[in-house]
Each structure stands twice: as C-alpha cells, then as structure tokens.
C-alpha cells in the first residue's frame, strides 16, 4: 500500500479512479443497444401499449438516479472522505452486477427485477462519478491536474460510446453477459480501492441539507421523468404534452426546484453551494458541460435507430445481428474520441481550456452539419469519417470542460463541484431522450403517414387497414426501429399477410420493406433533431469562452467558520481570508 507522499500514488489514485468511472459510464450506454436481446431473453414485447414503461424506465432509469443523486454523494464526501464513499460506491455496483445477471423471472416481473436493481446499481455509479474527479483534483498537482482529470473524464464519456459496442457483442452471445463484465473488473476495482486510495482531501464536518436533498430529488425526478413520457401518444395526439400527468410533473417539479433553491440560498450548510455559480469559469463550464451532453446523448439515439433500423437491414444484416454491428460500425466514434482526450487535457494544462473546449464543440457541430448531407442509405466510409470527427470534437472538449470547472472552486468544495458537474452531465442525457425523440415524432408525423399508407397498399394491403395503420402514433415505429424491429407483420396480424400473395406477404415482412419504408421520413425528422443539436453546440461553445471577474468567495465563508485548506490551485482571498475560485485561462 503506497503512502499518499509516495510519488507514484497519483498515479494509482488516477488508475483506480478511472477504471471505476468507466464502469459506471459503460452501464450508462450497454443496456441502450442491447434491449432487443434483454426484452427477448425475458420474454417481453417491448412495443406492446403496456409495455412501453418497462422500455422507457430500461433506457432512462440508470440516467436518471444518476442525474439526482451524484450532487449529495459528492457533498457527502466532502463531508465524510472522499474515498469512503467512492469505496463503497464500487462494491455497491459489483454486488448489484450480480444480482442482476440472475433475474429469475420473465414477462412483466423480469423487466421489473432489471429495473429496480438497475436502479440500486445506479446508486453505486453515482458514488463512483460523484466523487472520481475530487479524488484526482486532490491527487494531482495544479501542473499535471488538466491531463489527469483528462484521462479520466475522458475515460468516462468514452464509456458511453464503449457501451454501444461492448454491448451489441455482448447480446449476442447471452443478454445476460452485459452485467457479467462487470463482475471481475468490479470485484478487483473494489479490493483495489480499499486497499490503495487515501483520503487527502479538505474534510467538513456539516449538517446534512435534508430538505435540500429531499427537494432536489423530488423535483428533477419529475421533470426529468414527465419530459420522457411525454414522447408518448395521450389523447389523440401522437405525443404526450397535454396529459395531465405530464404537466403535472413539468409544473410541478419545476415549482418543487424553485423551493429547492430558495432552501439552498437560506440554510448554512446547503447541498447544492449555489454561491459556486458566481464564478465564471464554473457557471459557463457546467453550461457547455450539459448543452454538450443533451447534444451527445441525441446523437447516441439517432445513430442507433440509424443503423439497426433502418441501414443494417438494408445491407442484408438480419434484425437479430443488427445491435451486434451496429456496436461495430459504431467504432470510429469511439475511437476519435479517445485519440483526442488526453491529448486536449494535456494541451490545456499548458495554454488554458478554454479555447480547447469551445473547438471540440464547434468541431462536434461541423460533424452534425456533415450527417445532415447524408442520405438514408448512406456511404459508409463518409459516415465512419464524420463520426470520428465528432468523436474528436467531444474529446477536445472533455478534459478542458472538466479542468475548467474544478479548477474554479475552492478545495474543501471539490466533491460538491464533483457532483454538481456530473448532475449536469447526466441530466443532459435523460433531457436528450425527451427532447430528440420528440422532435424525431415530430418530423416523423407530417410524412410517415402517407408513406406508409402508400407502401402498404402498393403490396395489396386494403386501403382501409394501410390508412388504420398509418395513422397509428408514429413513436411506435421510432422505437421499433430504435430496437431493430420490424413491426410490420405485428401490425398486419397473419389474418391481413394470409390474405395476401404469398410473395407480398414475404416482402412486407421481410428485411427491405420497412427500412425502405421509413428511410425518407426518418431523415426529415433527423434534420429537424441535427439542426438542433448544431444549435446546442455552438451556444455551448460561445459559453466555454465566455471570461468574467473573479467571483468573490464569501459563501465559503458563509458556510463554514473555519478557513478553508487550500491546495495550491487556489490562492487566499485578502479580502477574506478564505480560498478565492480562480477564473482560468
């Protein structure tokens, strides 16, 4: 076991830490390409009306305990050891890796057992992020922290992208192989962890922030969760926003944050130090932070609805194989992004991260531009070049994004701007499956109708059934092809494909006629969606670049009586005698 003093610590503080960031990050993602072989393993028909919250809460419920807990996981390490936390944050998500490779039910009660410890597991990812970057901030001198934090928040949203692919070949072998990789490099990060990393941080001793946390929680999970479910149908209208229930959880999660933050400006030991966002350099940093990550997290769903719906099956690929290559063809993504991550992160400990961050996403958003020019049926080397290229526009903007945040705040609040970065990174992910899919249902709706009433009736399906049919939600065709599915002999039923020409019936069900089908309406909901996303960038970049006077640090003070240790990032304000956040470069 090496002494903190030991000068190769860092390094093992850097390794522990980054390993079990990309564990927590792959679960963020491996389930995504894999729910065709988990529905089909538990025996469920996602696509079924009373099935769709088991889809919904398989793609989102990960993300979102994420989202809410990593602020006072990261404030409880403040408070408690930074280590002692982010320790069991590990074992916690080992032990839950195991228990749910052994769901013992199907149907209905499988897809309920996967969520609820999907959930429990997400608690212990939480603990990981919320407390990775604070652990390595505390580690690293000022000199070296930006190619630290680089390697490590790089090795974090690259396992978003390694999800994808790990998890296309892992489902097809057994769905049940996705939560087994984790078991071995779970149970070594644990014993690792305990045996190897110290606690060097500022500890302070506070309060819990009970009805901070309480608040918080409340009102993002129903914002976060109303946002989601309102991309599907209510009342005659092909998406959700006038159900009740969902305004209820828009308006009033809303009104619950606005309590929230009335509670965290009045209490003297809040959760959320809203006094942090009075530094520049932290308040824009989070900005570009979740701009980018809504803006990644869409690009994740179209490419994958992308491929498994709609050009795998048109080059000739079987529906079951489609989550497998799409993992594939998915790489050069993966693969720009860790080309450029370390790299960025060290390029800007030398000439300062803002210039870094804003030209990943201005890069980023030249890819998007990119995307847009390509047809349905697409060349797949001009794709494969302009994913890599997004994929070095993300990885430009990790590390300098990260080294621009918690280099802005004072020592004994780092767990806390841990958490507070993170939040917004993965709150930026569950925001993306709302708002992508509901601009994709909404490009889907003004021309998939008539294209798939005329395709059907082309094929000798009575004019009265294709019209029926067309006129269903189209969110039910989005996630069809989202999950490599074709819906068509479901939809006909055997009474409509037995009446039919046997070579009719073929092509309806076969591998062309829905990708063919969808190809042209699913590219004019993915121009409205791209152009979207190029906005979010590009507002995210002019934020990474955006200066302002050092912002005084009197909420240190407020909070704490005692003077704040400081690492050598952080210089004592005169005015104060407390640790002054640093603007930098």
Do not use: C
Request: glycine share 12%.
């Amino acid at each position: 076991m090496l002494s903190v003093d030991h000068p190769r610590y860092k390094w093992v503080a850097l390794s522990n830490t980054t390993l079990g960031n990309l564990l927590a990050t792959i679960n963020s993602s491996i389930v995504l390409i894999s729910l065709p072989a988990i529905f089909k393993g538990i025996n469920v028909n996602p696509l079924e009306p009373g099935n769709v919250s088991y889809l919904l809460w398989m793609l989102m419920g990960y993300m979102l305990v994420t989202a809410v807990l990593v602020v006072t996981l990261g404030r409880l390490g403040d408070m408690y050891g930074r280590v002692k936390i982010y320790n069991a944050g590990f074992a916690i998500f080992t032990i839950t890796s195991i228990i749910l490779s052994l769901d013992p039910f199907d149907g209905g009660g499988g897809a309920l057992w996967l969520i609820g410890w999907r959930v429990v597991q997400a608690i212990g990812g939480a603990m990981l992020m919320a407390n990775s970057a604070a652990i390595i901030t505390d580690a690293f001198p000022a000199a070296q922290r930006g190619m630290a934090l680089g390697v490590n928040i790089v090795s974090a949203l690259a396992g978003s992208f390694i999800g994808l692919v790990l998890g296309g070949v892992l489902a097809e072998w057994d769905w049940r192989s996705i939560f087994w990789v984790n078991i071995p490099l779970g149970v070594l990060g644990t014993v690792w962890a305990y045996r190897s990393l110290h606690d060097t941080g500022v500890r302070r001793h506070a309060k819990i922030d009970w009805w901070g946390n309480a608040t918080f929680a409340v009102g993002l999970t129903a914002v976060l969760a109303a946002i989601t479910y309102g991309i599907q149908p209510y009342g005659g209208h092909t998406q959700g926003w006038t159900n009740p229930w969902v305004l209820a959880g828009l308006i009033g999660g809303v009104a619950v944050l606005i309590v929230f933050g009335v509670i965290e400006s009045r209490v003297a030991e809040p959760m959320f130090p809203l006094g942090l966002f009075k530094n520049v350099g932290f308040a824009t940093g989070n900005a570009a932070n979740l701009l980018a990550s809504v803006a990644r997290g869409g690009l994740q769903f179209m490419l994958i609805i992308w491929l498994q719906g709609i050009w795998l099956p048109l080059h000739h690929y079987s529906y079951e194989s489609t989550p497998l290559w799409a993992g594939i063809y998915l790489l050069p993504l993966t693969i720009g992004f860790l080309a450029a991550g370390p790299i960025s992160g060290y390029l800007s400990d030398k000439f300062g991260p803002r210039p870094f961050a804003a030209g990943g996403l201005l890069v980023m958003a030249a890819s998007f531009v990119g995307l847009l020019a390509l047809p349905g049926d697409f060349n797949y080397a001009v794709f494969a070049v302009l994913i890599f290229i997004n994929g070095l526009g993300g990885g430009l903007f990790a590390a300098p994004n990260t080294n621009l945040v918690m280099s802005s705040v004072p020592a004994n609040m780092r767990g806390a701007a841990s958490g507070m970065r993170a939040t917004f990174q993965n709150a930026g992910q569950v925001l993306s499956i709302g708002i992508f899919f509901s601009l994709m249902v909404a490009g889907l709706a003004g021309s998939l109708p008539h294209t798939l009433s005329a395709g059907l009736t082309q094929q000798g399906v009575p004019a009265a059934t294709a019209n029926t049919i067309a006129q269903l939600p189209p969110v039910g065709t989005l996630f069809a092809a989202f999950l490599g599915y074709n819906p068509i002999g479901q939809l006909l039923g055997p009474h409509v494909l037995g009446a039919l020409p046997a070579a009719n019936a073929a092509k309806l069900t076969g591998l062309q006629f829905f990708p063919r089908l969808i190809a042209d309406p699913f590219h004019d909901g993915l121009v409205i969606v791209f152009w979207m996303a190029i906005g979010l960038l590009v507002v995210g970049a002019i934020a990474s670049l955006v200066r302002g006077k050092k912002a005084p640090a009197d909420f240190v003070s407020r909070e704490a009586a005692a003077k704040a240790e400081i690492s050598d990032a952080q210089p004592l304000s005169a005015a104060t005698g407390v640790a002054e956040p640093i603007d930098s470069k």
